[in-house]
């Protein structure tokens, strides 16, 4: 499994941005796909994950209302769009997946391959 996160940078407070991960190795049917980020001196924080394989979206109350996630699964990606960016999203942004468990939300069973990241500033 190989994943490589891009679409990272520098914005401004309120503006959008949209990172990508170019996935392979796997068949997303067989798993979560996850977005997580990790902010200076913070723990790791799940975003958002998508289930092909019941169609399930999970969002943190973080991720609620302003994040997106996506996935094209004839490109091998998956996006997660963000939008009304704040100074507190600065983070370095990873993608991630983890084996698929049909009735268990990926934030309880966890993910098993990760991206090296990509930063987030975001100036206000």
Known sequence: VQLVES?????????????????????????????????????????????????????SDSAKGRFTISSDKGKLT??????SLKPDD????FCAVGGFIPGYSPWDYGMDHWGKGTLVTVSS
């Open 7 to 59: 679409g990272g940078g520098l914005v401004q407070s309120g503006e959008s941005l949209r990172l990508s991960c170019a996935a392979s190795g796997f068949l997303f049917e067989d798993y979560a796909i996850c977005w997580y980020r990790q902010a200076p001196g913070k723990k790791r924080e799940g975003l958002a994950c998508f289930t092909e394989g019941d169609g399930q979206t999970y969002y």
């Open 78 to 83: 998956f996006d997660l769009g963000m939008n």
């Open 90 to 93: 600065t983070a370095v942004y």
